[in-house]
């Protein structure tokens, strides 16, 4: 099954259990600022492992932030930190950046 998509910065396509990026993915806008910032290898590392979760929408609360894949798989950022070897306070960083830029579709 090949699912493709253009919600995120750059157009992909899944095929199998392996994603595929365009060779411009990383001229995208949001990809030039993000590099700009501290921590930029971070947060486009956190942007292109969230893929492989299937990401429906990310929710951001009091709490923190919730990711709810397509599977109806829910993972608090706890979770995420623990799946993505980063610290909390490194992921709710890079979670704040791409949040600002758009990369994931978020809901407060």
Same mark, same amino acid.
């Given at each position: 099954m090949v699912k493709k998509t253009t919600e995120f910065a750059a157009d992909y396509k899944v095929v199998g259990n392996k994603f595929f990026f365009p060779t411009t993915f990383f001229d995208d806008p949001r /990809?030039?600022?993000?590099?700009? &910032?501290?921590?930029? +290898?971070?947060?486009?590392? &956190?942007? /292109?492992? &969230?893929i492989g979760f299937?990401?429906?929408? /990310?929710? +951001? *609360? *009091?709490e923190g932030y919730t990711l709810i894949a397509g599977n109806g798989t829910r993972l608090d950022q706890k979770q995420l930190a623990t799946h993505t070897k980063l610290s909390v306070p490194t992921l709710t960083y890079a979670l704040s950046v791409l949040e600002h830029y758009g990369a994931y579709p978020f809901q407060s």
């Open positions: /990809i030039k600022a993000i590099e700009q &910032l501290p921590g930029s +290898h971070i947060i486009i590392y &956190l942007w /292109i492992r &969230l299937d990401p429906r929408i /990310i929710i +951001h *609360n *009091n």
